[in-house]
C-alpha cells in the first residue's frame, strides 16, 4: 500500500537524523509510490517494469539537495475546472477565464470617476491565491487574505497581473498620472520608480496620438522585481523596483482599493468555492 505524507514528515520530525538518511528514505517512499503506480496501471493493461525504472529515475533526489516539492498541479487543475469569464456588469467588458502564462481571472470590475466609467479591469492571478478563498466568507477578512496572498510573491504565487480596457478617451498622461497617483502612497521606494512607471503608459500610447482611446488594453505584470507594462499587446518595459509590484496590488485590492465592484467580483466568484 502506499504510504501517506504524514510518514515523511515524521522521518524529519526525528531528532538526530542526518540529512543524507532524510533523502534515502524519500528515494524509498518515492518507489514505493511509483510501484503501487505501476501495479495499478498494471491492472488497466498498461506497461509495467519499464515503467517503474523509469518512474523511479526520474524521481529520484540527491541526497544533496533532496525537498519535497509542493503540490500544486493538483489545485491548478482545481481552479481551472471552475474558472469562467466575466462580463463586467457596468461596462460589458468580457475577460477571459486563463491567461497564456497560466494565470487564472480572479474577478472583474470597473474604475469610475464621477459618474463615468473610465476602464473595466480584471485581476489575474495563481490558483494559491485564488484557493486562499475556497473556504471564507465574503469579507473584509476574505478581502485581506486575498490581498496578501496575491502580492506576496513567491513560488506558489510569482506575478499577479492587472488587465485595464478603456471605455472612455483619456490621453496619455492622465491616465499614466491616475494609476501612478494611486501607487505613489502605497510604495515606499524610490520615487522614481513612479515616474518610470508614468512614462511606460505615456509611451505606449504615442502611437496612438497620445490617447488611450476606447478598446486600448493596458497590461500590468506584478512580480518580486517590479512591474512590466504593456499596451494593445506591446511590452513598452518594466519598472525594476522592489515593492512596486506589490504596491499596484494594494491599489486594486486594499480598503482603499479604487475599485470596489473589482473586490466584490473577487469575493463573489471564489469565496466558498471549496478549493
Known sequence: AVRSEPEVASVWDKPNVKTKDIAARIREL???IAEEIVRVKSQLGAPTSSDLESLAGENALSAD????????DEKAAAVESKAKSIKEKATGVSFKSKLEDGLFLVGAGVRKKAIINVYAVAMYSSPTAIASLGSLKKGKDAQSTLRDSSRTFNSFTPKTS???????KADGKTIAEAIADGVKPRHSGSPAAVTELENLIVEGVKGKGGQATKCTIFRFDCDAEGISVSVDGNLQGKVASEGMGSALVDVFMDDKAVSPQLVDSCMETWCGSGL
Open 30 to 32: 518515492e518507489t514505493e
Open 65 to 72: 539537495t533532496a525537498t519535497i516539492p509542493p503540490v500544486v
Open 162 to 168: 492587472f488587465v485595464l480596457e478603456m471605455t472612455f
